[in-house]
């Protein structure tokens, strides 16, 4: 039988109302992507996701960003001029690591990386961003998988530095023409409207199909997909869809 994961990025919460959303949605998904103190996220929050998760048997991954908290990671930030090389490796390091320890303690496995927000999408097209990422996540030497974009240098990336790639697709944004995430600066580029989003997750899962902005259809190889956690609804986007992938004759499991 055909398996796919379902992963959401949690760990973002600061309001209890936020906080019990997240609480919510690990029972729906395989894999939760976990913010680590770069856009969003501290050792209590952490902490707290990383319980709600193992309760729920839901795998876990690390989220780090840019170290934008201000943006909430949304915003590009180029090498050499907003952020030095050095100073990105060291952040996304202390990041991963910070979460790992916190996994650690509570009897938990960490067990992918996926980078949140700015530093997914530049990661995309930026080889430079992609090989600092792939090969942070080597160097810790903690065979961790990678999640990113399909058709992405992230990647490429990967495979250079004999990682374990999965590429995802998002049930919850609009795409472009040559398969990647339409800007979130372009209206209509987050779906908001839960039928639209159930059909994208069901197409997805089943055939790999995915309708861009622009009306064209096409084929994205994915082995995971992605709700997020901040977005109106997402809850219950996370219930339907896993209940609308598992009637369609898949299996929900995480990837690593």
Known sequence: MKTIDLNADIGEADTPAWEASEAAIVSAISSANIACGGHAGDAASMRRTV??????????GAHP?????????????ILGQDIKAATLKETL???ILDLASICNEEGAT?????????LYNDSVF???????????????DMGLMFLGGPNSEMGRAAQQHGLRFVAEGFIDRRYTDDGHLLSRKIDGAVIKNQEERLAQARSLATTGEVQTQSGNTLTLRTGSLCVHGDSAGAVETARQARAAIEAAGLTIKAFA
């Open 110 to 118: 960490l067990a992918y990386v996926k980078p949140h927000g700015a």
């Open 51 to 60: 319980r709600n998760a193992k309760a729920a048997g839901v795998t876990i």
């Open 126 to 140: 930026d080889a430079r961003k992609a090989d600092l990422i792939s090969a942070v996540i080597a160097d810790l």
């Open 93 to 95: 390091r202390s990041q």
């Open 65 to 77: 960003a840019y170290p934008d908290r201000a943006n909430f990671g949304r915003t590009s930030l």
